[in-house]
């Protein structure tokens, strides 16, 4: 509530994703590519290989433009949007954890000059003093996930934290060790996806087989590691966390799904192309499997990302900002009286505070689409009840006066004409039409609190009665505020549901 | 409810985030002044045959580790910043999000540009181009920053600026209130690059006088601009004259030009202590000049102080470890190649000395 809100045109997940999926990919491929090269060069000086010296020398080059110069500035990009995006939750991550990050701090700069030097030192170093600055790097760089990877399972996970504020508990919270093994694994089953594709631009000989079949290794190794530590993690999670995403959401579960047979697919072809006929492995083969495994990763990281909904830290501050400590002070007090940073509209500034993280108007997460042909006054219904929507949105924590002031800040901005005109539809598709606006945020058919059962069968008479008392049927349930059209045709929808659904 | 933590505290006393915060800046700023005044030395200075000129190209081979120094010195203090001052520095960075976010486009693209040039062949006709681009979006994201830092110095106007347009789209609108630090800043790098110009050059005596040159007169530039820039903040200036801001500034002054005293002889020891103690004390003044102009709605001395000092300790640690690891690397790195040692697989063989240059297909 300090601060100022960046009412962007783009949406915050968009905004975030941008930077941050780019950056976990590079800083992975840090970690993972530095353990390649070291090891790698390792046994081409053992076996006198240089071939695969020169390849491992190549390799290096494209690793400092990428992990010390992207890598590095991405991740200062992350820092820099988390603090655009929500200053509280990094204010509340950096007075908490600042010394983890200071310390985190003193293993990149030790990551970072050790890079320049493994790259510049070629032409001027022995063997052995190159691999050490090798090891030294790659010890940084793992040393950096080890810290950083306390803060990120904290976002989750924050387990004994929330009772004692204290920084172990924090760091050492009931995700940490298993999303430690686990981004390892990744880390070295991205260095062997790009040491493969780097591979597969070479013309069949045999140093390119022999350099295909060790990258592969490399990526069944890091295979290896993630796929049982995926299910660690996974179980770390506290049940009811999973349970209520799972009803909640079916668009970040359906990302799980595609993780699951992304692995698979990728386990095959490295295993097949790079293992089995790796002469074959050609570069387009190279690229997909690229490109499935950095798919795979960023379905892992929208999920982790989306399980944590409604929270930005869990237990303590919603993904808007709200911190749940002062959850007490802002239902007596408003909002508005505790938002520092205030224009002429207070609409336009609640809509701000409590909703546009997740939402804008036209674009991301779009509201008018929601809201058009609907009224003002199931507008603030829905505001007031956004703690029981699908999604696992926030709950509504200031007064109703407040959600009246932003339900009129949407509605002016929405279709104001009636559904029907808006849609062409009339009848049971225009009853279905309007389950979806007024009732389907909340109940879901065979899904999120499905009401099915209790729905199905009953009469004309009985759904008008469910609808004149939709208000009483629970606390967060708006009244049925439509034209008597729009009634008639979702009492016409709802006498189409059997037992067995809608059809 | 009211039982979870609370995370309006600080984790260490304040002076020691301060001490941490100058010190780390000024590391920060020195790295930075090497490389953006640098880059206007050698692009402008005075060197016969400029692109084949010897101590061009060791800037030039320099430039992408003076980059990666300025950004990796560069996150603790915005860290330490952001710890004390978190309302007033993400508010002015919120209020002009676009132009701050980037600051991140524009030095991956400039640290790009940079190693495209070290890259380059000797007396490549790409130097000019490459280096332009570089310097003009270095000298960007030292505006952005200047202007940025106006406007968290002045909550009202942040407040101001948010109530007209909540785009992030805006920048502080009052020339006066950034110009003059933003040029001071800039010649204040052109100085201190002055001096590594004449420290690197310092057998050559075109270099040299280059060098000196533009330590001259960028003190005289930095010293006259910087004068302006107090008196533009005239309501705040009695509040500065009467506090221990007037003692640093004194003695980096006398400092600086001690430096300069000892940088004609050539007398490069006493005049690099004296040059980065100025600049400490200058960083020490801009610290004090914060405080002043925050005190009508900030005291960083209200925070709350719940000390992490096994965390802190762990960081100390750490820090001396980086000290030892970096002094090791560097000493593995610089020592002179022994052929009869550097080969591959442990066996002695001069003919196989590693890789005899980077390759670059």
């Keep these: 509530m300090n601060y100022p809100f960046w009412d962007v045109g783009v949406g915050y997940g968009v905004l975030m994703a941008i930077i941050a999926v780019v950056h976990v990919f590079v800083s992975h491929f840090a970690i993972g590519g530095g353990l390649y090269l070291v090891v790698a060069e390792r046994a081409a000086r053992r076996t006198d290989d240089t071939a695969r010296l020169d390849f491992i020398q190549r390799l290096s080059k494209f690793f400092v433009l990428v992990s010390v110069v992207f890598g590095a500035l991405t991740g200062v990009g992350i820092w820099f949007i988390i603090g655009l995006l929500n200053p509280a939750a990094t204010e509340a991550l950096i007075h908490n954890f600042v010394w983890g990050w200071a310390t985190e701090w003193c293993f990149f700069v030790i990551e970072i000059l050790a890079a320049l030097l493994y790259f510049y030192g070629w032409s001027r170093m022995s063997g052995r003093n190159h691999m050490i600055i090798g090891w030294i790097y790659f010890g940084a760089a793992w040393i950096s996930l080890v810290i950083i990877n306390g803060i990120v399972t904290f976002m989750l996970t924050p387990g004994e934290w929330i009772a004692t504020g204290n920084f172990w508990d924090g760091f050492f919270n009931p995700t940490y060790w298993s999303s430690l093994v686990l981004r390892t694994g990744i880390c070295i089953m991205l260095a062997g996806l790009y040491a493969l594709l780097v591979a597969s631009r070479y013309t069949a000989s045999d140093f390119k087989a022999r350099t295909v079949r060790y990258n592969a290794l490399w990526a069944v190794v890091g295979l290896a590691v993630v796929v049982p530590s995926v299910f660690w993690y996974f179980s770390d999670i506290p049940a009811d966390m999973m349970a209520a995403a799972r009803a909640a959401m079916n668009i970040p579960f359906a990302a799980l799904d595609l993780m699951y047979w992304l692995t698979g697919i990728v386990a095959a072809l490295v295993i097949i192309f790079g293992l089995l006929i790796p002469r074959a492995y050609h570069t387009a083969i190279g690229v997909a499997v690229m490109a499935l495994g950095l798919t795979w990763f960023g379905s892992y990281e929208w999920f982790r990302e989306a399980l944590r909904k409604p929270y930005v830290i869990t237990g303590y501050m919603y993904a808007n900002a709200i911190e749940i400590p002062n959850v007490p002070t802002y239902q007596a007090e408003g909002l508005l009286a505790h938002i520092t940073y205030k224009t002429d509209d207070p609409g336009a500034d609640l809509f701000r505070r409590a909703c546009r993280t997740c939402h804008t108007m036209t674009g991301y997460n779009a509201l008018k689409p929601v809201f058009d042909g609907t009224d003002e006054e199931f507008i603030a219904g829905m505001v007031m009840g956004t703690g029981a929507t699908r999604g696992n949105m926030p709950p509504w924590v200031g007064t109703e006066a407040e959600a009246r002031l932003i339900a009129a800040h949407i509605y002016q901005q929405v279709d104001k004409r009636p559904l029907a005109e808006i849609t062409g539809l009339h009848g049971v598709e225009l009853g279905r039409k309007v389950y979806d606006l007024r009732c389907g945020s909340c109940h879901q058919f065979g899904g999120y609190n499905d009401k099915t059962a209790s729905l199905a069968g009953l009469t004309a008479e009985d759904y008008h009665g469910i609808l004149d008392m939709a208000d009483d049927l629970g606390e967060e349930m708006p009244a049925f505020t439509g034209t008597q059209e729009e009634r008639d045709a979702l009492v016409q929808f709802l006498q189409t549901i059997t037992e067995g659904g809608v059809q | ?361």
Excluded at chain 2, 159 to 174: C, K, V
Excluded at chain 2, 279 to 293: A, F, P, S
């Design chain 2, 1 to 361: 409810m009211n039982n979870l933590p609370d995370y309006q505290f600080l984790p260490a006393p304040l002076w020691l985030i301060t001490v941490l915060h100058i010190l780390t800046l000024t590391l920060h700023l020195a790295a930075m002044n090497f490389l953006l005044g640098g880059l206007i030395i050698v692009l402008f200075g005075k060197f016969t045959d400029r692109w084949n000129h010897p101590v061009v190209q060791q800037f030039i081979k320099l430039f992408p580790a003076a980059m990666a120094a300025t950004v990796t010195l560069g996150v603790a203090p915005l860290l330490f910043v952001q710890l004390v001052y978190p309302v007033q520095t993400y508010s002015a960075a919120i209020v002009t999000a676009w132009f701050f976010l980037a600051i991140v486009a524009a030095v991956i693209v400039a640290y790009y540009f940079l190693y495209a040039s070290s890259f380059a062949r000797k007396g490549s006709s790409r130097y000019p181009a490459f280096m332009t681009v570089s310097l003009l979006l270095l000298l960007y994201v030292s505006f952005t920053y200047s202007n940025v830092f106006s406007i968290a110095e002045r909550p009202a106007l942040a407040a101001q600026l948010y109530a007209g347009n909540q785009s992030g789209f805006q920048l502080n609108p009052n020339v006066g209130e950034w110009i003059w630090r933003w040029l001071h800043m800039v010649l204040g790098a052109v100085t201190v690059a002055g001096f590594f110009v004449g420290l690197i050059g310092r057998k050559h005596e075109e270099a040299f006088n280059t060098g000196k040159t533009f330590f001259l007169w960028g003190m005289v530039g930095a010293m006259m601009v910087g004068l302006v820039y107090l008196l533009t903040l005239a309501d705040i200036l009695k509040p500065i004259m009467r506090s221990p801001a007037i003692w640093w500034m004194t003695v980096s002054i006398i400092l600086s030009l001690g430096s300069l005293h000892f940088f004609f002889k050539k007398r490069f020891l006493p005049a690099s202590l004296m040059l980065f103690v100025s600049l400490l004390g200058m960083v020490v003044l801009r610290h004090y000049v914060r405080l002043i102009q925050l005190q009508d709605h900030f005291d960083p001395a209200a925070w709350v102080i719940k000390p992490q000092w096994g965390v802190f300790i762990m960081f100390l640690v750490c820090f001396v470890l980086a000290l030892g690891l970096v002094w090791y690397m560097l000493k593995l790195f610089f020592r002179k190649p022994d052929l009869m040692t550097v080969n591959i697989g442990g066996r002695k063989d001069p003919e196989r000395s590693g890789l005899s240059e980077p390759v670059d297909r």
